[in-house]
């Protein structure tokens, strides 16, 4: 009997011992995954972060687009076939050039017909005037009458030579349909015709 007993004693102290451990390994394994919980999320943040900055190249491509338009309406002008093709610059220079000279006539233009009306004024057969002052009035003012309607011809050449820039058909000859050449336009932007063509209507 005390064999017995000893036995049973034995054995509730062994699982008496045993009981406790499990405890605390269950205790001990909600701690790890607590403590990895926080560590997933900041690489989130951090990428959610980096990627904003991609939006700033937009803008180059604009830039791209609007100098590959200048350069399409030099392109297709046309040109002779011994001529290489328009560029952009002296396009550029043909219409700096253009522009120039309208300006210029439309100030012409202007002090003639000031002139002209100062000349009708004063050109009167009234009394005070000879017949030598009231002929050289009416010499002057058919000059300046001529000079002011040459000078309104060129100036419609120069706004047809400028339309014909916008629309893509400067550089073909109005007569024949020919390429009138680059070489001449650049030494006479307002042409219309080709050599050949010009060279057939002056001879008319």
């Known amino acids: 009997m005390p064999q017995a007993t000893k036995k049973a004693a034995t054995s509730t102290r062994v699982a008496a011992k045993q009981t406790p451990a499990k405890k605390t390994s269950a205790k ?3 701690a790890k995954t607590t403590a ?3 560590r997933a999320t900041k690489p989130a943040a951090r990428s ?4 904003k900055p991609a939006t700033k190249k937009a803008p180059a ?6 100098s590959s338009a200048k350069s399409t309406q030099a392109d297709r002008l046309a040109v002779r076939a011994d001529e290489s093709p328009w560029t952009s610059a002296e396009l550029a220079e043909v219409r700096d050039d253009l522009n120039g000279e309208a300006q210029r006539l439309r100030k012409e233009i202007s002090l003639a017909e000031e002139e002209i009306a100062g000349l009708f004024r004063d050109g009167g057969d009234g009394a005070g005037h000879d017949q030598a002052d009231v002929g050289s009035t009416a010499f002057e003012r058919d000059h ?3 000079l002011a309607r040459h000078s309104r011809e060129m100036l419609s050449q120069i706004e047809h030579a400028l339309e014909r820039i916008d629309d893509g058909s400067y550089g073909v000859c109005e007569s ?10 650049m030494a006479f932007p307002r042409a219309t015709l080709c050599v050949a063509c010009k060279q057939r209507e002056e001879r008319r």
């Open 28 to 30: 001990k394994a909600p």
């Open 36 to 38: 990895t919980k926080p």
């Open 48 to 51: 959610a972060a980096t990627k």
């Open 61 to 66: 491509k604009k830039a791209s687009g609007r």
């Open 144 to 146: 300046e009458m001529s």
């Open 176 to 185: 024949c349909g020919n390429p009138i050449g680059k070489l001449r336009l």
